[in-house]
């Protein structure tokens, strides 16, 4: 990431050169929502990171003088005045230290994982594998949540997160359509992450668009089942699991096809109605308990599935063919559906609770 390039990972930002924080203030403000009261609303970089740790000696940090100069700095900026600082021969008329030895840098991943927007939160998310469920349970890591990442596809779990360390993400092999597996993924996230907090009802199928009258009786099942059926099985695994964390956020990943369902796909359509519908009627239940369920209705994103939905093959040309009433004129990408799911799965959001989200590039409102 280029130094000059702005980074969302904190809640609120700072202004290193505005007044002197020491180490201790430092770690509490980057923490997030407590800095929005000192500081102006501004971007941060990674560099403005870097140069205020540059800027203090942790070697030499006394905990009882930087609560003294914490105190002092709060009753200044609120105006109420503070005595002002002895000059010592090490300091400067502003009172900043003279050539300071250079402390160790934070990593980014320590300072995201540390102080993201989902610090101390317990995720689960199915069709991890791939697609959006990779992109969002990437998402959710480098913003400070811990993951159980659930798939069928083993291989593909640990393709994505192999290498990902155990304390932030955990992987499972599970069967959505499967109520005796829902219960595994819930006792793993309470067994090693302590419960859950979000749920990323994602993993989905369908069958190759074609005429309603050549789909089969299985095909219709298997979506019903994966895609509706799940979300059946979910809900009575996860909310006590929410209830006992105070509340919760529940994402149902349904499709554009909701709103706007089109031939050759209609009971993959009908199921993402199920899913949206579900979704507001589950809000409207579970609001009373803190519980907030919202569905995401995307367009089809450019992966192997492509052909599955439209019914051709994802050449350049039917791809335009596709894009020619998406105003935005692009497919899907997953980290549009991974930044939505940031949102309404994080603190931002706590008053957001049934609404079905079009990510859809203005799909539904186009000719």
């Known amino acids: ?6 980074c969302n990972i904190f809640g609120t930002t700072f202004n290193p050169d505005r007044i002197r924080m020491g180490n201790k203030v430092l770690r509490e403000r980057l923490k997030g929502p407590a800095l929005a009261a000192y500081y102006p609303r501004k971007s941060v970089t990674i560099a403005d990171i870097q140069k205020e740790f540059n800027r203090y ?21 609120r105006g109420k005045g503070a005595p002002k600082k002895k000059r010592t021969a090490d300091t400067s008329k502003k009172g900043k230290k003279r050539n300071p030895a250079t402390p160790k840098i934070m990593s980014l991943h320590q300072v995201q994982t540390g102080s993201g927007r989902l610090s101390g939160k317990v995720a689960l998310v199915t069709g991890a594998a791939s697609g959006f469920g990779r992109a969002i349970t990437q998402r959710f890591v480098a913003e400070g949540a811990k993951v159980v990442a659930a798939d069928m596809n083993e291989e593909g779990l640990a393709k994505s997160f192999g290498e990902s360390p155990q304390t932030h993400v955990l992987t499972i092999t599970c069967n959505v359509t499967s109520q ?9 996230a309470r067994e090693k992450f302590g419960g859950v907090d979000i749920l990323i009802n994602n993993a989905g199928t369908s069958y190759k668009n074609k005429p309603t009258l050549d789909v ?14 799940s979300i ?4 009575p695994a996860i909310v006590p699991a929410m ?11 349904a499709s554009i096809g909701a709103m706007r369902p089109r031939p050759g796909l209609v009971w993959y359509n009908a199921s993402k109605g199920a899913v949206a519908n ?3 009627g589950l809000a409207a239940e579970y609001g009373k308990e803190n519980i907030r369920v919202n569905a995401l209705c995307p367009l089809l994103s450019a992966t192997p599935l492509f052909e599955n939905f439209v019914g051709v093959p994802p050449t350049e040309e039917n791809v335009k063919k596709f894009l020619f009433n998406v105003p935005l004129g692009r497919l899907t990408d997953p980290d549009d559906v991974a930044n939505i799911c940031l949102y309404l799965g994080s603190d931002e959001a706590k008053f957001i609770t049934g609404l079905n989200m079009e990510v859809d590039g203005g799909r539904a409102v186009g000719a």
Do not use: H
């Open 1 to 6: 990431m280029s130094p000059q390039t702005q």
């Open 57 to 77: 000696d942790m070697t030499t940090w006394n905990e009882e003088e930087e609560d003294r100069l914490e105190g002092l700095q709060i009753a200044k900026l």
């Open 180 to 188: 005796s597996d829902w219960k595994k993924m819930v006792d793993l």
């Open 216 to 229: 089969t009786e299985d095909e219709f099942d298997k979506v019903m089942a994966v895609n509706v059926k």
């Open 232 to 235: 059946y099985f979910s809900i």
């Open 243 to 253: 209830k006992e964390r105070g509340g919760g956020s529940i994402i149902n990943i």
């Open 278 to 280: 579900a979704s507001k």
